[in-house]
């Protein structure tokens, strides 16, 4: 347990290298320096949170991180590729095969049960109906919804919906699941659900990064990112707090069977 504290394979390659990342945006005559020189290094298997005030640049990372948007300056390695430079469709291409991303919105399809709308994804890649459907309950077993798979987004609570949206992100086998405030329309006991499904995952040897405003949330990952206008202020390990009950139950008492 000890060794994986910090998530990090001591010795490995990091799974993402960032090196004086800049980004800038015009509005009209002014410029916005959203990330003024970012360094950084993320082992995979990591469970990071990225905490900061509005308008520090979390957004801009997480897009630049998930292959949405280029840098104006620096470097990202992404597996020892350069990323900085690439493409749209190569972007493209990567980003479907590495990362998964977890909305704060969940962005299900309401006429669509569980299964169909993790099997989406899938769909769009051209996987065969076989295939597309053992992955898709695969993912949303881990999310501890093997069980809900028939049901609508109607017909789950906010809770299972985000976890419906987590499966989805999971169903391509990502190697990086990104979320933006994935908790930040849940209450309390909803968003430790979800958090436990973020514990399950990390468990499962999968990087996790989540910007999140709550301290209580930031308190389960493995690692704290602060950034203040658009830079790195602190960059902390810690000792993640667990989840604890009947959430945990929900997810990680399934993955294991
Ligand atoms: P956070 O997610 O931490 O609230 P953002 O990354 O969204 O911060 O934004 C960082 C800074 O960049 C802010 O000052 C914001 O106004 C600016 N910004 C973000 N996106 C754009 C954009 N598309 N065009 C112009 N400015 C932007
Ligand atoms: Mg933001």
Redesign the pocket.
């Known amino acids: 347990m000890a060794s994986r504290a910090a998530g990090a394979d001591v010795g490995a390659e990091p799974l993402l290298v960032f090196r004086d990342l800049a980004k800038v ?1 015009r ?1 009209g005559d002014e410029e ?1 320096h ?1 990330l003024a020189g970012v360094s950084l290094d993320i082992q995979e298997g990591e469970y990071l949170a990225v905490m ?10 997480m897009n630049i991180l998930g292959c949405l948007d280029t840098p104006s300056g620096g470097s990202y390695l992404l597996k020892g590729r350069e990323i900085a430079r690439l493409s749209d469709d190569e972007l493209a291409a990567i980003r479907n095969r590495e990362i998964g991303f977890v909305f704060q919105t969940f962005n299900l399809l309401a006429r669509s049960d569980a299964l169909h709308n993790v099997e989406l994804p899938l769909i769009y890649a051209g996987m065969g109906p076989r295939e597309r459907k053992e992955r898709a309950v695969e993912a949303l077993t881990m999310v501890g919804l093997a069980d809900r798979m028939k049901h609508r987004p109607n017909e789950l609570s906010g809770g299972q919906r985000q976890r419906v949206a987590i499966a989805r992100a999971l169903v391509n086998r990502p190697s990086i699941i990104l979320a933006d405030e994935p908790t930040g329309n849940l209450d309390t006991k909803t968003g430790n659900e979800i958090l436990a499904a973020f514990e399950a995952i990390y468990s499962q040897g999968k990087t996790v990064v989540m ?1 999140t405003h709550e301290e209580d949330v930031a308190a389960h990952a493995h690692r704290v990112v602060r ?1 203040r206008d ?1 830079k790195v202020e602190s960059d902390r390990a810690q000792d993640a707090r667990r989840i604890e009950g009947p959430a945990a139950a929900t997810a990680i008492g399934r993955i294991g069977a």
């Open positions: 945006y509005v916005v959203a900061g005030p509005s308008g520090s640049g979390k957004s801009t990372l910007v950034l658009g």
